[in-house]
């Protein structure tokens, strides 16, 4: 009797959302029978039936529950199609280091404790938020707040610095390789220490931050006249959480910074500072033995120009660049 009341409650909520006025009625979703087939006689059974062919990038098996149905009409050859290969993971259990996944994102799937469509997606078009998404979200560039609510040490719900939006640098279904990038890997600019192009953390790192044409060319970084990096440390005595990214035991883009506005310091360094004057403490955490000749560098050079990725075009190695500062120097 009490499963009859309870199926008759549930029936009458769902009617409702699909019917009520044009208020509940938002996006591609607003008629029921764009997906239900009679939502009066059975709300389970579909216009289009479940993707079932489709290969899952990160199973190699065919896609299962809401996901299936999901891409029955979001696959390459229907509407706003997804392409799961470029797409955030779907089938799949959340085990990477740091994500905390709510259980009720991970119970859509119809396969408990598994990353769906529905993990992120609520498709019923009483959300009034940007796709769909089920947290509050107004637009592409208002991401870091959902994003944070899995990946806390990631994102920053303030959305603060450079890297404050997620969709700057991820794109959850046109992504590039295994983090999603809005950009291609730089595999073109050549690393003068090495005479090689980056490889794993720097091309990510490098397909922004390197001059047009190899990079975007956001605030451009010139790796003749920067820290070294692609090397192993000889002199320095570098901590280990400087080292191993990616499986790298050289100096990296990273041994220095964290990517992520987790961390609001001074130019996302690793460890924090406010300003220049803490640079030398900062450096000091890797060559412990100049911290003397640090502290008179900083103090010597200009404020406008505090830093180890000057970016001047006709400045190719580190000697033309000491050239350079030098003779800035004498002129003050």
């Known amino acids: ?8 409650m549930l029936m009458l909520v769902f009617l409702v959302v699909c019917f009520s006025s044009p208020a509940w009625s938002v996006g591609p979703h607003e008629e029921c029978d764009m997906c239900h087939k009679d939502v009066e006689d059975d709300p389970y059974v579909f216009v289009v039936a479940a993707d079932t062919k489709t290969i899952n990038p990160r199973t190699q098996k065919p896609l299962t529950g809401v996901s299936a149905i999901c891409m029955g009409c979001h696959n390459e050859e229907g509407e706003i199609p997804v392409l799961l290969e470029h797409s955030h993971p779907v089938g799949i259990a959340p085990t990477l280091k740091g994500v905390k996944v709510d259980k009720d994102a991970l119970s859509y799937s119809g396969e408990e404790g598994l990353l769906s469509c529905g993990s992120c997606h609520d498709w019923h078009p009483d ?3 940007y796709k769909y998404l089920r947290g509050k979200v107004n637009g592409r560039y208002d ?12 994102g920053n719900p303030e959305g603060n610095g450079a890297h404050g939006e ?8 046109e992504g590039q390789g295994p983090v999603m990038l809005t950009e291609f890997p730089n595999t073109f ?6 005479g090689k192009t980056p490889d794993r953390i720097a091309s990510l790192c490098l397909a922004c931050h390197a001059a047009e044409p190899d990079g975007a060319g956001y605030r451009p970084i010139n790796l003749g006249t920067s820290h070294l990096i692609g090397i192993t440390p000889r002199k320095a005595k570098v901590p280990a959480e400087s080292l191993g990214f990616a499986g ?3 100096i990296t883009c990273l041994s220095c910074h964290d990517q992520h506005p987790a961390n609001q310091t001074y130019s996302y360094l690793r460890w924090p500072i406010k300003d220049k004057k803490d640079i030398p403490g900062f450096c000091t955490h890797c060559h412990p033995q100049a911290k003397d ?4 560098g900083i103090k010597d050079l200009p404020a406008t120009k505090v830093g180890i990725h000057f970016y001047f ?20």
């Open 189 to 194: 600019t050549v690393n003068p220490r090495t």
């Open 166 to 173: 997620c969709a700057l640098c991820h794109s959850s279904h």
């Open 248 to 250: 790298e035991k050289v």
């Open 313 to 332: 075009q006709d400045v190719k190695t580190f000697d033309d660049y000491l050239r350079v500062m030098k003779a800035k120097l004498k002129k003050k």
């Open 143 to 154: 991401l870091s707040g959902f994003c944070s609510s899995c990946h806390p040490d990631k």
């Open 293 to 296: 000749k640090l502290t008179k």
């Open 1 to 8: 009797m009490y499963k009859t009341i309870w199926r008759s």
């Open 127 to 129: 959300n009034e938020n």
